[in-house]
């Protein structure tokens, strides 16, 4: 008897298997982007840093 295990992965759940762990990829991927957003904005706000200071800035706009 082969002590081996043969497996055989049918090409069609493969391609799920792919997505699914993109996707997971993807939205660990943005919430880690929102939440760093976040914490950088309280840490700015904490120690009164202004990201914004020697931006500039266009005029608005307005239309007649």
Known sequence: MKTGVLLYI?????TYAIQAIAGIVIAGGAVFTVMWRKFRKKVNKALDIDENKGKEVEEEIKER
Do not use: I, K, Y
Request: aromatic share 0%; glycine share 0%.
């Open 10 to 14: 049918d090409p069609s759940v493969a």
